[in-house]
């Protein structure tokens, strides 16, 4: 997997949940109750069980990680991998430490030029 597709789908997933929070919170705001029937239900851990099950797959040994970023992590938290230690702040960070962690590669730059035999 490319860095570029790792975070485009790391920061589409953690806007996704991002969202879906801010909604909970609005629920909140008109009735608590409300949230545990929109949330606790069968439909509901059905698509969390399967979207779980898509990032393993999807990033294998990174989902740990992932999972981490998308669920646990706080602005500021901090990683050590090897005596290095990454603070991860945001999305950028988190994908810098990724990349110096896991060395996933970065696209080829396509030149626009075509090789002659």
């Known amino acids: 997997m490319y860095i570029e597709d790792f975070r485009e789908i790391v920061l589409k997933i953690k806007t996704g949940i991002e969202c879906r929070e ?6 909140r705001k008109i ?8 949330v606790e239900n069968k439909y509901v851990d ?24 998308l669920y646990d992590h706080k602005p500021g938290f901090e990683v050590v991998v090897n005596e290095v230690k990454y603070v ?5 960070s988190y994908v810098d430490y990724i990349e110096q962690v ?5 696209k080829p730059k396509n030149t626009g030029t075509c090789e002659e035999e």
Not at 22 to 27: E, T, V
Not at 31 to 38: A, E, G, K, N, T
Not at 47 to 61: H, M, R, V, Y
């Open 22 to 27: 801010k909604y909970l919170d609005n629920l």
């Open 31 to 38: 009735d608590v109750s409300l949230v545990d029937s929109v």
């Open 46 to 69: 059905s698509a969390l069980q399967e979207n779980d099950f898509l990032i393993g797959k999807l990033f294998g040994d990174l989902s740990d990680d992932v999972f981490w970023f």
């Open 88 to 92: 991860i702040t945001d999305i950028d």
């Open 102 to 106: 896991y060395n996933l590669p970065m």
